[in-house]
């Protein structure tokens, strides 16, 4: 289709979404319905049915559409080449969260319902209405009146879903190795994220890496006895703490020698648009009892846990730490933390650069022993390419709103994944609400996330095509 | 009796102890055989029948010695007012730790037994047999031979046998504060102390006191997630370990503010006396897998552990420390630790120091909360007293090397009491070796740490008879 096509189509084709939601609707309920936990042995047969179901759907719009067999759950490709341009891969998963506890919900998870809202809202509420059958159908309903208008779609379009997304996807690297000449496009695109509030939609374009690290820590061969030995032999837990403390600076930073090579500040074209963004300070500390930020000082909160790279320690033991009290020197002490990173740093070089850190500051007479809980680097979309210019503009015309160029401070690892096996960027666009209540009881999608997340899919793929 | 009739007597004293050591062994056989265990209910009746033998013995030493009930376990209270002179208050406990585990010991725990060693040595090996009966006999078994000799004491004797002393001595206090007319005297004598090595006698001048807290840190109100939360929100084992950490020097000093206020060097007769120990440092820390002395640099292990104030962490704990990994942000962490401290400090300043320290570094939308664990103050002996002076010489000429003036890192809070319900300062003088297995299985003491502490206290007896 070339470019005129599209644009002329455009209306028509977001008349026909508005004029069929029933029957999208209606596609919707029958895919919630069938309880693909993919934790569960029990529900393995409702995944297969859930991947079937998407592949007869595929197939019915005109997709080159197969399940193909994993380890476990399969995953479902599809393939239209009717379009012209730019080819995308578009990826969700049709697995879903366990219910439990199911007396905290008020209706039948695997029955949805549309429950209207004092405030004019209806909820779609049923497990995995958002996560992630309700996101991923907009693509797939977008796909379809682009096929009723005009009997093709606007670009190329591949598509894959998984099975075992909430299960940490253990047969993706191995299957997009085996298809990376079958799946290879321009860009992937993602549709698991949230807008930035209800009004505004975003493209989420930084997502932070993580490495993840244990370290333990032992002194003496045994414990010993404070009074007998307090002063002369070496803590184990002051030694910890020395450490601990020593990863941050006075300022807040990240004291690590090197760690902050290669990470680059924010560009100021985002910068000013975070800046712009309606977002509460106060409110985001204050919803959890503090009011003083942590970590860098002079950058803003948005910036702290979209963009910069942090340090945490999520435990810590060593000793005595029952009731009471014993005058304990432990031997031993232990502690997990990780590094979230941005950007720029390679999380092989960064956990290098911590091993160093930690024996540089140990007891020569003591040792240490780390233990590897995994790493991926950060993903970043360059946010001057076309495709992600031309997504922020359709959305942006869709929701009458400026469309936000969002981070997220936590780690998706799929995205390593495709950047690693198949050399490609990902597009995050979602219509998730922050409230949607995911893998909790009573889990929404808004109906109107929904069918302007249809109409949203249908004006980025004429966009798409849109000539540079 | 006057100076020249104590020392006149005092060959023929020793030469009656080894004379009569068989009848001596047979007298703590009897008390070892009676299973006086403090905190087993079911052996309250045995812990009387020791009081109840203990004041027979001294009655028919000819003390006025009677049985005193407190709400446990009874003391035994005697006076012997024979002689002139000093008035010395002996110290020593009848109850003994449980036996568990039985099946390590080698005989019946309550059936003493004399073990040749193959190096020469000879082994009473019981519960007991060290801590205390042992150690308390060598005295009353040194004022036996006294009377047999000459009818009477060098100096004016009381003695005071406790029965709690292994459940923390609950009734001491009390009593003491009730007997404070009855019991005053110039000094108390401890025989519940190590000799310094086999062949070298110590009198112990200095215990460390101990100040015990436990704190507990509060950021957030919940666990966090770090993805959504990190960089921005105060981690609460970040904010304790940089509290644990700063409460030491660079060079390994203690830094809380104040901390070292009153602290006195080592005088130099002690510190020479020191040097000249036979003192293994590198033993001392290779025994436990060390080989680097930690804390104070610049002062001998010795130092450090006997007559230096210190600051251990016994125990830490906070957020996720299970198997696996959980990338949360803790909001809370708790420690315990201790203050050794050393005369000079007053427990309850240095208390009011901590604190003040830890809330100077708390951000000021986290808070902390302290508990009190209990503190007691150092025990100093002045080493230029007399008695002392008296009783280091005697020690010297018995075991013929020079008498240890001996620290211990350890509290033994009951000198506390004695100090504060009495006003009477203590001398520890003990022939126990640090080999005794107390409170272990197959405890045992030395026959020559008996005979030769009786001969000892028999010599400590003529020499504090002696005029100034």
Redesign the interface.
Known sequence: MNTNDAKNHLDKVLDTIDANIDASIERLFELIRIPSVSTDPAYAADCRRAADWLAGELSGLGFEASVRDTARHPMVVGHDHSGEGPHVLFYGHYDVQPVDPLSLWNSDPFEPKLVPQLNGDTHIVARGASDDKGQLLTFVEACRAWKAVTGKLPIRVSTLFEGEEEISSPSLAPFLEKTSEELKADVVLVCDTDMWDAETPAVTTML?G?L?E?IEIT????D????????????A??V???I???L?TPDGGVAVEGFYDGVEELPAAVKAQWQRLPFDEKG??GD?????????RGRS?LE??WA?P?C??????????DE???????AK????L?F?LVAGQDPEKIRVAFHTHVRARM????KVEFLD??ASPATVMPIDGALLQKALGALTVEWEREAAIAG????IPILGEFKRKLGMDSLLIGFARFDNRIHSPNEKYDLSSYRKGIRSWARILAAFAERD
Request: glycine share 14%.
């Open positions: 932070r993580v993840k244990e002194c003496a061969d045994r010993l006895h404070s009074g007998i030995y307090g002063n002369a032999a070496r803590n837990l002051q910890l703490s020395d601990i403390s020593s941050r985001f500390l959890v009892g503090l009011s003083i930020p942590a970590g860098e909160i702290q846990v910069r942090t945490e320690i999520h435990g810590i033991i060593g000793g005595y730490t009471g009290f014993k005058t304990v020197i432990p002490a232990k502690a997990k990780s979230r007891p020569e007479d003591c809980h995994g997220t401070g936590g780690s």
